[in-house]
Nanobody, 128 residues
Framework: QVQLVESGGGLVQAGGSLRLSCAAS????????MGWFRQAPGKEREFVAA????????YYADSVKGRFTISRDNAKNTVYLQMNSLKPEDTAVYYC?????????????????????WGQGTQVTVSS
């Protein structure tokens, strides 16, 4: 079993920045693909970003491309989501997820159902 704990959420003004962290405990996720998803009130959970284990390839939703950056530090069992130029539309609960699979690609990792472990989520609120 793997536990994922997100942190770093909070309230920020539009145009500001925030850095989310996802720390893993239990089994390490160095060989896991990692993803970030978000869910706004009344909306379905949507893909934000992902990073593969195999070669560190990164993938982003069009809505965040150029503003968000996903990265990982395997030695610390931590995944990050750097969010810049935040918009009110980015307001949501952000979830970290781990996919136990050696391979990974955009078409797989944008799909929430493929992930095996999920964090509890952290709230991000962007004010106008």
């Amino acid at each position: 079993q793997v536990q994922l704990v997100e942190s770093g959420g909070g309230l920020v003004q539009a145009g500001g920045s925030l850095r989310l962290s996802c720390a893993a405990s239990g089994r390490t996720f160095s060989n896991y693909n990692m993803g970030w998803f978000r869910q706004a009130p009344g909306k379905e959970r949507e893909f934000v970003a992902a990073i593969t284990w195999s070669d560190g390839s990164t993938y982003y939703a069009d809505s965040v491309k150029g503003r968000f950056t996903i990265s990982r530090d395997n030695a610390k069992n931590t995944v990050y989501l750097q969010m810049n130029s935040l918009k009110p539309e980015d307001t949501a609960v952000y979830y970290c997820a781990a996919d136990v699979n050696i391979s990974g690609n955009y078409w797989r990792l944008r799909t929430a159902r493929v992930y095996d472990y999920w964090g509890q989520g952290t709230q991000v609120t962007v004010s106008s």
